[in-house]
C-alpha cells in the first residue's frame, strides 16, 4: 500500500530534550515536505526537500532541523524543545512527474512539549 | 502573511443541499490550486484541483471555480452527505509546483442529517 508513515503517533517530552519525528515514504516520491497545524492558523510549511540531499526552509523553519540522506526518509529533528512546537505534525510526499496531485499526507504526530 | 485565506471557520449545511466552501488568495504568482478533505486523526487527502488556465474543473459531486480576477476559488458539493463532514483547506502553489504547497486556515464542513 502506497502510503507515509510518521513515528510516534503522540509524544509527549519536556523543554530542551532533543527529538526526532521518522517519516518515511514508499512511493520513490522526489518531494517531501513536513508541515504543522495549529488552531487559526492552518497547516504551515517547515521544511521541505526536492530530492536526496537537497532541503530547504519553508514558512516557519525555526527550531527545526532535517536532513535528506535517503530518497524515502524525511526526519524531523528538533534540538530543543520549546512549548510553542506543541502542535499537530504532518509529513508529506510527491511527485515531480505526472499529473499533479499536490501531497501525501501521512496520518500525523501529535507532539506536547512541558 | 496569510497568502490564502478561508474566511468561514466553519459551515453547516443540511444533507442533499449545496456545500460552498470559499477561498481566497493574495499572490498572483499561484497558477495552481488543491482542495483538501481532513478527517479528525487522520492527514488531509487530495480532493480536487485547478490549474489557472481553466475556471472550473468538476469531478463527481464536487466541483472547483476559479475567478483569477478576483484571487477566489469555490469548491461546491452537489449533493452534499454526511460522510462529507470533515474540515477542507484549500491550498496554492507556484508554476505548478508540487514542493512548496501554501493551505489556508481551513474550513470545518458539519452536514446535518
Known amino acids: 500500500e502506497a502510503q507515509v508513515t510518521q513515528n510516534p503517533r503522540y509524544l509527549i517530552t519536556v523543554t530542551g530534550k532533543k527529538l526526532t519525528v521518522t517519516c518515511s515514504q514508499n512511493?520513490?516520491?522526489?518531494?517531501m515536505s513536513w508541515y504543522r497545524q495549529d488552531p487559526g492558523l492552518g497547516l504551515r510549511q517547515i521544511y521541505y526537500?526536492?530530492?536526496?540531499?537537497?532541503?530547504d526552509k519553508g514558512d516557519v523553519p525555526e527550531g527545526y532541523k532535517v536532513s535528506r540522506k535517503e530518497k524515502r526518509n524525511f526526519p524531523l529533528i528538533l534540538e530543543s524543545p520549546s512549548p510553542n512546537q506543541t502542535s499537530l505534525y504532518f509529513c508529506?510526499?510527491?511527485?515531480?512527474?505526472?499529473?499533479?496531485?499536490?501531497?501525501?499526507f501521512g496520518s500525523g504526530t501529535r507532539l506536547t512539549v512541558v | 502573511d496569510q497568502q490564502v485565506k478561508q474566511n468561514s471557520p466553519s459551515l453547516s449545511v443540511q444533507e442533499g443541499r449545496i456545500s460552498i466552501l470559499n477561498c481566497d488568495y493574495t499572490?498572483?504568482?499561484?497558477?495552481?490550486f488543491l482542495w483538501y478533505k481532513k478527517y479528525p486523526a487522520e492527514g488531509p487527502t487530495f480532493l480536487i484541483s485547478i490549474s489557472s488556465i481553466k475556471d472550473k474543473n468538476e469531478d463527481g459531486r464536487f466541483t472547483v471555480f476559479l475567478n483569477k480576477s478576483a484571487k477566489h476559488l469555490s469548491l461546491h458539493i452537489v449533493p452534499s452527505q454526511p460522510g462529507d463532514s470533515a474540515v477542507y483547506f484549500c491550498a496554492a502553489s507556484v508554476n505548478f509546483g508540487n514542493e512548496k504547497l501554501t493551505f489556508g486556515t481551513g474550513t470545518r464542513l458539519t452536514i446535518i442529517p
Open positions: 526537500s526536492m530530492n536526496v540531499e537537497v532541503t
Open positions: 508529506a510526499s510527491s511527485t515531480n512527474s505526472g499529473v499533479n496531485y499536490g501531497y501525501t
Open positions: 499572490n498572483s504568482m499561484f497558477d495552481y
Open positions: 512511493m520513490n516520491h522526489e518531494y
